[in-house]
T-cell receptor, first 113, second 113 residues
Framework: SAVISQKPSRDICQRGTSLTIQCQVD?????MFWYRQQPGQSLTLIAT?????????ESGFVIDKFPISRPNLTFSTLTVSNMSPEDSSIYLC??????????FGPGTRLLVL | SQKIEQNSEALNIQEGKTATLTCNYT??????LQWYRQDPGRGPVFLLL?????KEKRKERLKVTFDTTLKQSLFHITASQPADSATYLC????????????FGRGTSLIVHP
């Protein structure tokens, strides 16, 4: 299994600003994933981040709103840009494990006012 | 449209009883189905995976069944304990062999002492 840490654990932001969330894994992994979990909703995949290439975004998510960096095999960032209250959510990074499992970080709880 | 349905109402049971959670899906033909546990303020933690050719899988006090005809999985916790209180998410393979599961909303389980 992988140990994943995220920073910050929570934040309160003003609308129109941006927040960058960091994700660190304790081992080298090819793919990292970013999810959003809105209150009462399921986990929704935002994008897959591969080292050395552009992230692959799921339908409904765009790079201008959620730019992602993947500078090496243990680290990734997700930026939530030009935030609005609708972006209030928990943001989670994960990596894939054996048997199609996902290992998740503790999440970043974001509140946009 | 594709749906993964888990009971949105919390399941309240008494300590020592068996908790049974349900996951129904429509318009999927998953090769596997998974169950995760999520505690407040934490990311989901993988519990069990069951494949389409398996009827049942057990791990300690946990048992999962998978009925591809009914398009349903049942998740059982025997001899439940207050420490089992959490939200339980089911996740399945969205496209017949994908390594990135699609998640349901989860069901909250509350075990009363």
């Amino acid at each position: 299994s992988a140990v994943i840490s995220q920073k910050p654990s929570r934040d309160i932001c003003q609308r129109g600003t941006s927040l960058t969330i960091q994700c660190q894994v304790d081992s080298q992994v090819t793919m990292m994933f970013w999810y959003r979990q809105q209150p009462g909703q399921s986990l929704t995949l935002i994008a897959t981040a591969n080292q050395g290439s552009e992230a692959t975004y799921e339908s409904g998510f765009v790079i201008d709103k959620f730019p992602i960096s993947r500078p090496n095999l243990t680290f990734s960032t997700l930026t939530v840009s030009n935030m609005s209250p609708e972006d209030s959510s928990i943001y989670l990074c994960s990596v894939g494990g054996a048997w199609e499992t996902q290992y998740f970080g503790p999440g970043t709880r974001l509140l946009v006012l | 449209s594709q749906k993964i349905e888990q009971n949105s109402e919390a399941l309240n049971i008494q300590e020592g009883k068996t908790a049974t959670l349900t996951c129904n899906y429509t318009n999927y033909s998953p090769a596997y189905l998974q169950w995760y546990r999520q505690d407040p303020g934490r990311g989901p933690v993988f519990l069990l995976l069951i494949r389409e050719n398996e009827k049942e899988k057990r791990k300690e006090r946990l048992k999962v069944t998978f009925d591809t005809t009914l398009k349903q999985s049942l998740f059982h916790i025997t001899a439940s304990q207050p420490a089992d209180s959490a939200t339980y998410l089911c996740a399945l393979d969205p496209s017949g062999g994908s390594y990135i599961p699609t998640f349901g909303r989860g069901t909250s389980l509350i075990v009363h002492p």
